[in-house]
Structures are given as C-alpha cells and as structure tokens.
C-alpha cells in the first residue's frame, strides 16, 4: 500500500485499513485525522477513495496519503488500539470544515452514532476557532446532522423529509416491553402524532426471516396505534412520493403540515 506497508490481494480495503496503513507507513510518528480518525473510531461508511489523513512534523507523503497542518491542543487527541487520533469531537469538527454540507453530513451522522459525542462537543471546538476556515459550513452542517442514522440511506431520508418543511423526525425511536427491555425500533418518526418512518434495505425483501419479522413488527406498532411509511431503495428516486406520503399520515393525525 505505502513503503513497507503490504497487505494481500484479496483482501478488502477500507477506510480503516487504509488509516492503519497510514500510521504504519509513518512508524507511529503522526496523528490521524479527519477521516482517518473517524475510520479508527469505527465509523461506517467511509469512502475508501478519500486518502488517508494524518498530521505530523515531515510534509512528505506518498500518493493516497494527505499531510494536515492543523493545529492541535493535547486534549483534542487519544490513543485508541495503539493508534494516535483525534478525538471523536476533534474528528467531527475537521470532517465538518473540510467537506461540504451532503458530503458530511453522512459521514458526520455516523461518527457520532458510532462514538456517541454530542454536537454540543462539537460546537465548543468551533467557538474556540471562530476564525479557522470552513467554521460556518461547519456550524450549518452540524444543525443538520443526527447520530441516530444507521446507514447513509437513512440520513437522506431523514433530509428529505425536513428539508420539505417536515417536522424533524425523531430517529431510533424504542418500544421497551413490561421488562424494559428493547422490543421494538423503528428508524425514525414522530411520537406525538404516532408516525414512524422505516427505510427499508434490500434484506429487507430478500431476506425470508427478517421479511416476516418486518410484518409482525409493523403490526404490533398499529396495534399501538402507530402508523408505518415503509421507504424502499428504489422509491428514494422518487422524492415527492415519499414526502407526500408522510405528509399525508401526519396531516391526518393531527399535524399541522
């Protein structure tokens, strides 16, 4: 992959791959950031096109590698595994400046759903930089951005809907049993007017097993008095459909849309 970095050919890369390769390749003697950093804190997703990114004192770097000359305070970074990063907040607010708004707010939406920082962490880096570059697309973003996506295709749902005028869906929303346990989850929605919104991956239909866990699911919410818009993979070229769908269960329930 790098100098003195091999790995075999049939194995898959990924971003996470790629970010330890990196650190390899510069004998421990960096900080990964941006989305290197975010692929060590295990978040899904990633573009393994996008090159790795690191900060360290020798500018030089070989193709697919990108050095940074980001300024760092001590508690902005962390050993995890072995590996020097930033920390996930650190990690957020640099992807956040660096990419524009639909590039990040997917890669954002997964870091904090796999690290759990706040975006409230994220804005106190930012009001301690008011003048770093990118900060106001930064700050846009982030009010856009919700760690509850569990995949990118639930995030430009979720976009979709509030961007026509939508209230903001809650996202993993659970249904505990009498034992308080988790029984259901539905991807997003609105309690007070009991509509859940679910995007439906390709296992969704494929899968025999989950297909009848699905339908057993959704009756038990309707037996809640809940009512499920099911998105699948091929209507989410169809915008306008799905939104005047939700509209319509919202509206009818109550919600002034």
């Not at 791959?17 to 941006?34: C, F, N, Q, R």
């Not at 930089?129 to 930064?138: K, T």
């Not at 760690?147 to 979709?160: D, F, H, I, V």
């Not at 919410?221 to 306008?240: I, K, N, T, Y």
Request: hydrophobic residues 45%.
């Amino acid at each position: 992959m790098y100098r003195n970095v091999y790995i075999a050919r049939d194995i898959k890369l990924t971003a996470l791959l790629k970010a330890e390769a990196s650190w390899l390749w510069a004998s421990g003697e960096a900080i990964l950031v941006g989305v290197s950093a975010a692929a060590v804190h295990r978040t899904k997703w990633l573009d393994v096109k996008l090159p790795a990114e690191l900060i360290r004192a020798d500018r030089h770097s070989p193709p697919g590698i990108v050095i940074r000359s980001w300024s760092l305070r001590p508690d902005e970074c962390q050993m995890v595994r072995g590996i020097r990063v930033t920390t996930p907040a650190r990690t957020a607010y640099d992807v956040g400046c660096s990419f524009p708004a639909k590039r990040a707010i997917p890669m954002l939406d997964a870091l904090l759903n796999a690290t759990r920082v706040p975006p409230a962490e994220v804005l106190k880096i930012a009001d301690a930089n008011p003048g770093a570059r990118g900060i106001r697309r930064l700050r846009s973003t982030l009010a856009l951005v919700d760690g509850g996506a569990e995949s990118p295709q639930e995030t430009r749902l979720r976009l979709m809907l509030t961007g026509a005028n939508l209230p903001p869906p809650e996202t993993q929303i659970e249904f505990r049993n009498a034992f308080g346990e988790v029984r259901i989850r539905v991807d997003m929605g609105w309690r007070e007017w009991r509509v859940a919104v679910e995007y439906d991956g390709e296992q969704h239909w494929t899968d025999a097993r989950q297909r009848a866990w699905d339908l057993e699911r959704i009756a038990l919410l309707e037996g809640l008095g809940w009512v499920v818009v099911r998105v699948s993979a091929d209507m989410m070229s169809r915008p306008g459909v799905i939104v005047e769908r939700v509209r319509a269960k919202l509206r009818a329930a109550g919600c002034a849309v």
